[in-house]
């Protein structure tokens, strides 16, 4: 069996004296989509922090890729392939739709800064290749009509898919999705819905999904893992998560009290 | 002008022109207000990079433009050296003190930022005025005119043609930067830190890439100032410059490469045309610069914009050919 893609050991988070993630462990193979859940402050966003590498955490382990990266910054987590997007859109106001998704392909423009700018023969090789990469990854969205508008005109439904746009334009080996369904209409929940489906059939690629909308992630999920106070209660299919006592407790409180 | 690509294309080549003309006929006093609003034009556009793009709350510029002014000043007033060594070298000088810049930034926001690099640029001013025996202190320094293939840059109209060449190579340069991966990363860090570092941007590398930039073009800035002057004192880079230095950036516009270099003009030709009216002048002065940041937010260049007399700054190379294609 090989490797997992992502592979968290005993990851911990604290606050001063509170302990916001408590030795959660976590395994994701490749081409699997990942469905985190728990009740309201149960530790999903900061536990999402942590392997993005943007709060300081302990573990035992923390391997993605085959690499570990447990004492690296964010940037350099992300240069290894394990994009995320945030609960509230986070979008430059100021920047169009090909600007904020070229963003998300600084690392993926390997041209030597000085030939970029002095424009020397093949300097914008990396460029020119981002741009098609954003106008293709807009297109497999359905968005590529708002290529050069400013995103502060766009409906919040294009805002969220522009996000998904900028995480997903380098082909990543891991996406992060933290609440992808907030503030969408049914509608809109059941497109995203088929388009995590063929970015794991199609591309290949491996989600975590962090989601409220508990129906979504029931449905998509191959696996399900469930965090409550900071701690795993418990993880499997959804199927087996749905009917599991202890989730139940979390979600609906305990009912023999 | 977005409708007219070849009014667009032309514009730059042709302002060249017109100023290349119009050193012909101008007086010397018009045409040092000329060199002095395009050595403002690289001031400007340096500052830009560092206050609007990157967003950072940052005060030495006047200090660093001072630093490349008496890198050229002094060592080939007192060293003999060429000055054509001395203007690439004084950008160098400021680039790499306005790279520490970068490191009291990592870790402070806005009003500490400004109060060090304020600090820092109070000392400069300082250590200009006091450490007599380098700078010769409050005395000044002169500035020997250069030579260029045996003829002597001396004069308002001579100045120019080594003023004028600079500028437009330093607001290419500037345009390049901005619409490569460097600029976008620039704007996400001054918008959002936590979505630069998830894309992979390397936020204390690019921080010291935009302070050290932005100090290059305030050296280069400041040695053009010194060969404009002939004669450069310590004060001239206190605390009013720097006052100067932001009103062209925000008057102008932040985020926009065309706003700095218009605030640049307006600036350094507005206190001139206001020169009959002695009086009034300072009144005035600070009356429009008032109105302008409380009536345009995005400073003239934004105004321009929306009126579509100014084409549009996308920071990606060759956009429009990209908007063409996709319908």
Redesign the interface.
Known sequence: MNAPLLDARDVTVRFGGLIAVDAVSLAIPEREIRGLIGPNGAGKTTFFNAI???VPHGGAALRFDGRDMLHL????R??AGM??T?QSV?L?????V??NV??????G?A?N?AA????LPGG?RG??G??RAV?EVLEFLGI??T??QRVNQLTFAQQRYVEIA?AIVGRPKLLMLDEPAAGLSPGDVKMLDALLRRLRDEWGMTILLVEHVLSLVLEISDRVTVLDNGRMIAEGSPAEVADDPAVKTAYLGNENV | MERLPWLRRGFAPVLCVLLVLLAQVADSYTQYIVNLALIYVVIGVGLNFLLGYAGQFAFAHAALMGIGAYTTALLTSRLYWSFWLCLPLSGVVAAALGALGALPAMRMKRVYLALVTLAFAQLVVWVLVNWNVVTLGTDGVDVPAPMLFGWRVKGDTSVFYVVLPCTALMYWLAKRILESRIGRAFVTIRENEIVARCNGINVARTKTVVFALSAFYAGIGGSLYALTLGFIVPDAFGLSQLVLHFSIVVLGGLLSLSGAAIGAVVLTALPELLRDLQALQEIIYGLVLMVVILVMPQGIAGLLKRWGVLPREVLARNWRALARETP
């Open positions: 993005s590498g943007l910054p964010a940037h350099r992300a240069a994009r995320r945030f986070q430059v106001p100021q920047f169009t090909l600007e070229l963003v998300g392909m600084h690392t423009i041209d800064p970029s700018v002095l424009g914008n460029e020119l981002a741009q106008i590529g009509e290529l050069l900028r």
